[in-house]
């Protein structure tokens, strides 16, 4: 969607993906966005190194929601955007990963819309991309997993994890957990009972492509274990299939401290 008018007396609010962490993972877009916003409205995945691109003296507004704790109601942050934009301001919405991807982007565009409030998309890296790039597991791969599939670990208000178990137990596909560290073992006891291998290869990523980047590997029977004896902080991203077995963690460790993330200083 291009930039609204100048003239126009209504804001404009940029629903902006910030990428799993690294701030090189921006795009051209977000960044030009950030910016130039007048305010900028945040997530608690945002990270740090994200934060200190925006320009001193720009208006932050922290709503970022936490397991069982959130700062802004769902309902209020679709009407704290509308003010915003009601006011004339031009609005940078930043969200972790992708806004459309379990970000809830569409949900604050339906009342952006509604109240006539130009809004544009900027896509972001998801999660599942960014640990699929540091850690040299591809999501996909011939011979391992003909698709890819992304659900969510966590349902809102801790509401039955009511997924397709059947359907995700597939040895032909790889299946992507997001926010699933506190449900982890129902999770991988729901898959095993639909047959999914007790030995198939797991990862879990926590922080993904930053300084903070956390990674455990292990089997669906163990990796509950493993993520609680590494007291992972969530959010944590769940890689489940045969393609974490091409895994090399000796070589990805060797490349990581010879490169490191790839943190750029930003002017």
Avoid at 92 to 119: M, N
Avoid at 204 to 221: D, F, M
């Amino acid at each position: 969607m291009n930039d609204a008018s100048p003239t126009q007396s209504l804001g404009r609010v940029f629903l902006i993906g910030a990428g799993p962490g690294d701030p090189e993972l921006l795009t051209v877009k977000a960044l030009r966005l950030i910016r130039s916003a007048d305010v900028v409205v945040f997530d608690r995945l945002v990270s740090p190194e994200i934060m200190a691109l925006i320009p001193q003296g720009t208006k932050l507004i922290d709503v970022g929601k936490m397991p069982k704790c959130h700062k802004m109601a769902q309902g209020d942050i679709n009407a704290l955007l509308v003010n915003l934009a009601r006011k004339g301001l031009m609005v940078a919405r930043l969200k972790g990963g992708d806004p459309l991807i379990f970000g809830r982007g569409s949900e604050e565009a339906e009342e952006l819309y509604a109240a006539g409030v130009t809004v544009g998309y900027v896509p972001g890296i998801t999660a599942a991309q960014g640990a699929a790039s540091v850690t040299g597991v591809p999501l996909t791969h011939r011979g391992l997993a003909t698709g890819v599939r992304y659900v969510t670990g966590h349902r809102a208000k801790d509401a039955l994890l009511d997924l397709d178990w059947a359907s995700l137990a597939s040895p032909e596909t790889t299946l992507v957990v997001y926010m699933g560290a506190s449900n982890i073992a129902e999770i991988s006891m729901r898959l095993q009972a639909e047959g999914m291998a007790p030995d198939l290869p797991v990862m879990a990523i926590a922080s993904a492509t930053t300084p903070r980047e956390e990674r455990v590997v292990g089997t669906l029977a163990d990796i509950t274990g493993r993520v609680e004896a590494m007291m992972l902080e969530a959010p944590v991203l769940f890689i489940i299939g045969r393609v974490v077995s091409l895994y090399e963690e000796i070589s990805i460790a060797r490349a990581m401290a010879c490169e490191g993330p790839g943190m750029a200083a930003y002017a």
